[in-house]
């Protein structure tokens, strides 16, 4: 899931989000340590956030869920390729 999900993702606290429209249609998926909290929409299956197992205090977002907002034209940012989490190596 992870390796081909193709997602930006920003970080913000738990109180740092807002869903303003289609929250009902959200579903929750949990697998492995069932630590992580991921959304997706239940109509077209895109990744909106989850809640962080390497930092349970934060989500991750989908950048590009932001309207106006092409997370494949910033610069810089940092990617991941899906299968060696960060919290799985130190």
Not at 10 to 14: D, R, W
Not at 26 to 35: E, G, I
Not at 84 to 89: G, I, V
């Given at each position: 899931m992870c390796r081909r999900r193709g997602a930006v993702a920003?970080?913000?606290?738990?109180s740092g989000i807002k869903i303003v429209k289609g929250s009902?249609?959200?579903?929750?998926?949990?697998?492995?340590?069932?630590?992580a909290k991921h959304y997706f929409c239940s109509?077209?299956?895109i990744y909106t956030h989850h809640?962080?197992?390497s930092n349970p205090d934060?989500?991750?977002?989908?950048?590009a869920c932001l309207e106006g907002i092409n997370p494949l034209e910033i610069e810089g940012i940092p990617t991941y390729d899906g299968v060696?989490?960060?919290?799985?190596?130190g």
């Open positions: 920003a970080s913000v606290p738990l009902e249609t959200l579903s929750l998926y949990q697998f492995n340590t069932r630590t109509n077209c299956g809640q962080r197992r934060q989500y991750g977002f989908n950048v060696n989490h960060p919290a799985d190596h």
